[in-house]
């Protein structure tokens, strides 16, 4: 017998996180550009972002260059909208707050784009994606280190989508308390993957 899943988060009826979203207002806009092979993945934080966030909205794909919602965002708010992720000439988010020293409702004009899929698909979207060279691009440092127990990383340093993006707005609002909500849904959806797959298997296959 099939397993009935969630349409919305994409997971199973009894992992369903849907009921525990609390919907927050976020100032910055945020795009997520996400890999095809992460839409349903069982380990995906993506999906808790998209679900979580007022003003977010995530395109599906690997080539973006051509993709006409994406390139209308980019032609109309270019100096405004950013890339976080770790290219060659990055700025790190201090460099990036030192230079624009925007606040409070000036937040809201601004959009950041992450790329949401593993290291080595991230860095293929971000080389098929021609429109995404133009930007400015951020390197979140400082990052705590990653709650994210179940997926093997290929080098130190690097976390979750989501991880990632309330690193970002809570530095640019200062308002850490704020985001908590997507951290406490995030660390369950572990807990519940780690249950399910047995103590035996998580020691064997990713307890560091």
Known sequence: MSRAYC?????PKTACVCGKIKLIHNKPRIIILQHKDEVRHPKGSAIIVDLSLQQCIRYVGEDFSYHQELNQVLKHNLNKVFLVFPAVNAWSLNLFKQRYAIEGSALSQYVFIFIDASWRKARKIWLLSTNLHKLTAIELDK??????????????????????IVSLLSCLESEPDKYQPLLEIFNEMIDHQIKSMGD?????????
């Open 143 to 164: 990052l705590e280190k990653s709650n994210y127990r179940i997926r093997k990383e290929p080098r130190p340093g690097l976390v979750s989508t989501l991880e990632s």
């Open 7 to 11: 349409y919305q988060c994409y997971r």
């Open 200 to 208: 035996a298997v998580y020691q064997r296959n990713y307890k560091p």
